[in-house]
């Protein structure tokens, strides 16, 4: 597929690691209400995820 779902709120929110969230926590916001995912091409969502990732980093840097 040309598609990947994409989280219109991230799985893991900006200012989180992953490993700072339950199993549980990753689950439910992965598998989401229909609202939350909608289709994005292959291209814009490898960018849109780079750019959460620099966001979360950025975020955490702060915070040390």
Known sequence: SNFDADHHQP???IGTAARD???DEVVARHWCADKNVRPLCKPCHKKKSAKEA???AAARR???
Do not use: G, I, N, Y
């Open 11 to 13: 799985v893991v929110p």
């Open 21 to 23: 969230m339950s199993f």
């Open 54 to 56: 620099a966001e979360r």
């Open 62 to 64: 702060k915070v040390k």
